[in-house]
């Protein structure tokens, strides 16, 4: 029989975003290590279930790292301690028998908590279509390999681009800025030829929709590049930061 | 007129003025060590150099600096209490509270900046506006032909340990502040790069040493050990 | 058995355009019904799902000027499943200058889908492959290149040429995200409005068309209707059915079952492809199989113990000559590189004869160890170290040091509803894109096919073909106003209220999971008339346990996801029939469709003449060259079978051989 461990949970319970929520404490038991931490939240809904009570609920979908819907803060660590993983990733073999985990949703006010551990990040949908993006109408692009891309660039692009939106860079920061998140989807498409004529209104209108949103601001201890499961590089921000200060100058000029 | 606007009230735009401010205010400390560090070399050539400062440009260069130096703080310290209310309410604490890769010195730079900011305040109060309650009002420091014996009234000040300590205290905790601030600087400017992060980290520590040591060393050779007592 | 399922109508026309196949998508487009662009202002369109098929459509629709409402179960239309896809997007672009154009590609896939598709759409797939690039490129999609700055290629299974574009491991996420984008753009100029976190229930239908959904908040749990001119269901597959699949948790048939209990054709629903690399269950808890890249087939040799009792074994213990190298042994001249569906169904054969690894006895070995050595372990750490770091997450095992063990998972399914040229249903006004459609890939589908076939539907098919149908509607006509809305409504709700007020003993992971290994047992891999009859026996009593004994916590009008899955789950129960029912017809081996009565045996002088070898499938054209087109007769009664039949004009079916 699999190797099996006992643990509890202090888990964030919050009936909706008008309700008061508050830490209850549920005993996990006989989990085998070899399940997943969202198996282990499963096998404790089963029971709660079996029990009459209502389940913990948690953001999940793919289950294996790349959707970005999962989203849980677990020993106050976005995603929880092992690095370059999601919460999905995660599995019961790095924790202990007699371990007490607190689990939470990725708190910033910018993520209104639904229910329990679930958050609503439609915030960061609304920074992307302030400009994430590039405006080409469909049918009228040009033959693919017209456009050669020097592969530094393409690669730093790709790296950038490797964001899954799941908004850990957020949870993670003290002041729940979504400058990486931000300055991602900016890096990609700055750093590329085909993002080049809106980069201005691009950085200008995403970064104008991130303080909108009521995202906190960078105070640079890159905390958000340690608990990244896709690893994005801080240098995006430095970027951003960069590119603004270009674009505020360029439109200012044009202002005057 | 508008852009204007939105660049300084943007998260962004606030964090390039507490940087620019940041690295101003830093140079200023710079050559003030350089100034300071004159009174090692002896009496006149503080006192000369003290002379020069005051008599520069007719009496108004010195003011020009105060009045500028008064604006990159007012601007530093406005633009960071504004980002620290934004940052304050983004969010609430976690329960089970626990950081990654946070430095101590990037965890205390509301604190070591509030710190400093009340040191320059009595620093002023000190040296500057010589209050009498604080013992540097003397009139035997006005020497002949408007000389004033700057050297002798610093010498005098850090007799009393209170204030030698108070002194150490808060250059510590500017080095700490600087020591996070100065290699922050180049991230928010976008200077940095994951090549150059290190480098400019290195450079911080060093340079926050040097701040540290050479500010320090007046209260500690002169208060302390009593050097020119 | 003598099929005893009967037809009750008869399968519209596909509506391609007579001619040469080469010319039939610009004979179409020429000809095609054009909306003057202040009309198409006017026009409602809803499409649901925002995968590569619901994004592109949805933004590109809007780009024309519809006005479009997206909607999707996750919380943003990033997060939709086309994301996982990893491999790569072909494109007839021909870039290696190794001899690729459009009708080779149209060959391979007509090949590769073992000859059950439609001709004139597989042809258009290919010839839109080359526009994809195109379009992703333009977007910003950061594809992989070479030094020189040009795009990448890399070759994949069933082709021989290198067409595929990638981009690292990711490709499904990077074209995803391209979508995403376009639709954000579109969303910000106010031509989508976006629902996210919202769930379609049903499909309303009015004097015979399709003009809008009901959909459920789920966040609220409020019950909505919406209604447009027309209705275009992007769902994707319904991998889930087999409750352990690749697919993602949420992922569902509701859209798809509902439109086929309103009237629409669930064709070929027993084409599902099992795909031979993925890491093996590992306990009851289990929630979801992880693919391994198949790419590991190229350096990894697969094998298990000769004696079953050596399965107890750790694999260093087993000597080399007490090991079988079972594909080398058998497909001596492909290999560990033979065909997905050979590939799975012969592991499945030796786990069947007991001789599997791993503590489920469902496992076989990939064992890096002679390539190791002959390579190094850098060179194989170069090669595959994300997937091999990715296997020692999930397993704990690290397999550079003993073997990896995989066994095979549903992956993707080809069947879906029925749509003719312009990816209509023959329920007029629905509209059918992506993998919930049946159209490309016939019996199986080739590795880097699905991303294609998703933005070729959306990108670039359903903008030309929708105006085809919307130019005999006027605009506006039907408002939720109508009474079959508020009938649809009510019956949402009833349903929702009858699934709480059960109040039973079992949860909705348990049925589920019942099903799902029923399922996989009887109609996995290797179906037999046997298992099927005993399937179709046993789904009644699942579906009975569902709707007498599931216990759902909470209410309606709230966030609940038991219910989500509720209601989900009751759907795949009600597929699984049809889906049974399809595959006992199916008297046939081909594709993804194994029956084993159908294979070929010593016997067979296409064996004796070595065109084909013992244990193949067996496809027979004669009785089932043809699309089987089933419609919805009533909740636990038989379906009825319609055909469409396939005409090959440009191929000639024949035994698909890979040697």
Not at chain 2, 35 to 64: C, P, R, S, T
Not at chain 2, 144 to 157: C, N
Not at chain 3, 608 to 629: I, L, N, P, S
Request: glycine share 8%.
């Amino acid at each position: 029989m699999a190797e099996t461990i006992n643990v509890t949970l202090k888990v964030w319970k919050q009936e909706s975003t008008e309700h008061k929520g508050k830490i209850e404490t549920i005993q996990a038991d006989n989990i085998p290590t070899s399940a997943s931490f969202l198996e282990m939240l499963d096998i404790v809904n089963e029971e709660l279930i079996a029990e009459g009570k209502d389940v913990i609920h948690f953001d999940h979908d793919c289950r294996e790292g790349i959707c970005g819907a999962c989203s849980l803060n677990i020993n106050g660590v976005a995603h929880g301690v092992e690095q370059a993983v999601t919460t999905c990733q995660l599995h019961m073999r790095s924790f202990s028998n007699g371990d007490t985990i607190w689990i939470e949703p990725f708190r910033a006010n910018a993520f209104p908590v639904l229910k329990d551990l679930m958050v609503d990040r439609s915030a960061m949908d609304r920074v992307i279509q302030a400009g994430g993006f590039v405006d080409i109408r469909t049918g009228s692009a040009v033959d693919a390999n017209s456009l050669p891309i020097e592969k530094e660039l393409a690669d730093a692009a790709f790296a950038a681009a490797a964001c899954i939106g799941c908004g850990a860079c957020v949870a993670a920061c003290k002041n729940a800025s979504a400058m990486l998140f931000v300055s991602a989807k900016a890096a990609h498409l700055n750093n590329l030829p085909q993002g080049q004529a809106e980069k201005k209104k691009r950085v200008l209108g995403m970064v104008a929709q991130m303080d909108a949103e009521g995202f906190g601001n960078c105070t640079n201890q890159y905390e958000c590049e340690a608990v990244c499961p896709k690893e994005i590089s801080v240098d995006n921000i430095a970027k951003l930061n960069r590119d603004y200060l270009s674009s505020s100058i360029k439109e200012g000029v044009k202002t005057i | 007129m508008s852009t204007c606007f939105n660049f300084f009230t943007s998260s962004i735009g606030r964090k390039i003025v507490v940087a620019v401010t940041g690295l101003l205010l830093f140079l200023f400390c710079l050559v003030h060590l350089g100034g300071n560090m004159l009174i090692f070399v002896g009496q006149e050539a503080f006192n000369d150099y003290a002379y020069k400062l005051h008599h520069m440009l007719h009496g108004a260069l010195i003011w020009i600096a105060r009045v500028g130096l008064l604006g990159l703080a007012a601007a530093h310290v406005l633009a960071t209490v504004s980002l620290v209310i934004q940052n304050k309410t983004a969010r609430e604490p976690y329960h089970f509270q626990k950081t990654v890769r946070a430095t101590l010195t990037s965890k205390l730079m509301p604190l070591s900046g509030l710190m400093v900011l009340f040191f320059i305040i009595f620093h002023i109060l000190h040296f500057t506006v010589r209050l009498d309650a604080l013992g540097t009002n003397d009139p035997s420091y006005q020497l002949d032909g408007g000389y004033f014996d700057a050297w002798q009234m610093v010498v005098d000040g850090f007799a009393n340990h209170w204030v030698s300590i108070i002194y150490l205290i808060s250059v510590f905790l500017l080095g700490l502040h600087l020591k996070h601030g100065f290699a922050s600087l180049f991230q928010t400017l976008g200077l940095s790069s994951n090549k150059t992060r290190k480098h400019f980290e290195v450079a911080s520590i060093l340079l926050s040493l040097l701040i540290f040591v050479g500010f320090a060393s007046i209260p500690v050779l002169v208060g302390f050990v009593g050097l020119y007592r | 058995m003598m099929s005893s399922y009967k037809a009750d109508s008869t399968v519209p026309h596909h509506q391609a355009p007579e001619g040469p196949l080469s010319d039939k998508w610009s004979k179409y487009k020429a000809n095609a019904k054009l909306i003057n662009p202040a009309n198409k202002r006017k026009y409602k369109v809803i499409v649901v799902g925002s995968g590569l098929a619901g994004a592109s459509a949805s933004a590109t629709l809007a780009e024309l000027g519809y006005q479009v409402d997206c909607f999707c179960y996750q919380d943003s239309a990033r997060r939709a499943h086309s994301i996982a896809a990893q491999g790569g997007i072909n494109a007839a672009k021909n870039y290696q200058n190794d001899g690729d154009n459009v009708h080779r590609l149209f060959y391979d896939t007509i090949k590769g889908g073992d000859f059950r598709s439609r001709e004139a759409n597989v042809y258009r797939l290919a010839e839109i492959s080359t526009q994809i690039i195109d379009q992703c490129v333009a977007q910003g999609v950061p594809f992989a290149r070479e030094y020189g700055g040009l795009l990448a290629n890399r070759s994949f299974g069933g082709a021989q040429v290198s067409r595929t574009f990638y981009a690292a491991g990711q490709t499904g996420q990077q074209l995803l995200i391209g979508a995403y984008q376009a639709l954000s753009k579109e969303i910000s100029k106010g031509g989508v409005t976006m629902h996210p976190r919202t769930e379609m229930l049903d499909i309303v239908k009015v004097d015979g068309h399709a003009k809008g959904i009901i959909s459920r908040n789920l966040v609220t749990g409020e019950i909505t209707s919406h209604a447009a001119d027309t209705v275009i269901l992007a769902t994707g597959g319904y991998g889930n059915v087999f409750f352990l699949s690749t697919n993602a948790m949420g992922c569902n048939v509701t859209a798809a079952l509902k439109a086929y209990k309103k009237g629409a054709y669930m064709a070929n629903p027993c084409y599902t492809q099992i795909h031979p690399t993925c890491i093996p269950v590992s306990g009851d808890y289990q929630s979801k199989l992880t693919l391994m890249s198949e790419s590991l087939r190229n350096d990894g040799r697969i094998w298990v113990p000769k004696k079953a009792e050596d399965c107890g074994k750790p694999a260093a213990e087993i000597a080399e000559e007490d090991r079988d190298y079972y594909l080398e042994r058998k497909y001596p001249s492909f290999g560990n590189l033979c065909p997905r569906d050979i590939a799975s169904r012969a592991a499945k054969e030796v786990c069947d004869e007991g001789r599997g690894v791993g503590a489920s006895g469902l496992g076989v070995y990939l064992d890096f160890a002679d390539s190791i050595d002959r390579l190094g372990e850098d060179a194989i750490r170069a090669r595959y170290g994300n997937l091999f770091q990715m296997y020692a997450k999930i397993t704990g095992e690290d397999p550079y040091k003993s073997p990896m063990r995989i066994y095979p998972a549903v992956h993707y399914t080809m069947g879906g509803l029925w749509v003719d040229y312009n990816l209509m249903s023959n329920v007029p006004g629905l509209h059918v894109l992506g993998e919930a459609n049946f159209s490309d890939h016939g019996a199986n589908r080739l590795g880097a096919s699905a991303l294609m076939q998703g933005l070729a539907d959306g990108y670039f098919v359903i903008p030309v073909t929708l105006g085809n149908y919307l130019a005999s509607q006027k605009p506006g006509t039907v408002t939720t106003e109508h009474p079959e809305f508020e009938k649809a409504a009510t019956e949402s709700r009833e349903r929702i209220e009858k699934i709480l007020s059960i109040k039973g003993t079992r949860s909705v992971d348990s049925i589920h999971r019942e099903l799902g290994l029923l399922m996989w047992d009887k109609c996995g891999m290797e179906r037999t008339e046997e298992g099927l009859k005993e399937a179709l026996a046993k789904i009644p009593e699942i579906r009975k346990a569902f709707w007498e004994d599931v216990r759902i916590p909470g209410h309606a009008g709230e966030l609940n996801k038991e219910l989500e899955k509720a209601l989900r789950v009751a759907d795949f129960i009600e597929f699984a029939d049809v889906m049974c029912h399809d595959a006992l017809n199916r008297e046939e081996s081909c594709g993804g469709h194994f029956r084993a009565e159908h294979q070929f045996t010593q016997a067979d002088p296409e064996v004796q003449a070595g065109t084909t070898q013992e244990g193949e499938a067996k496809r027979r054209d004669d009785e089932f060259g043809y699309v089987a087109a089933w419609g919805y007769q009533g909740e636990g009664v038989q379906p009825s079978l319609n055909k469409e039949e396939l005409v090959f004009e440009e191929v000639k079916p024949s035994i698909r051989s890979y040697q």
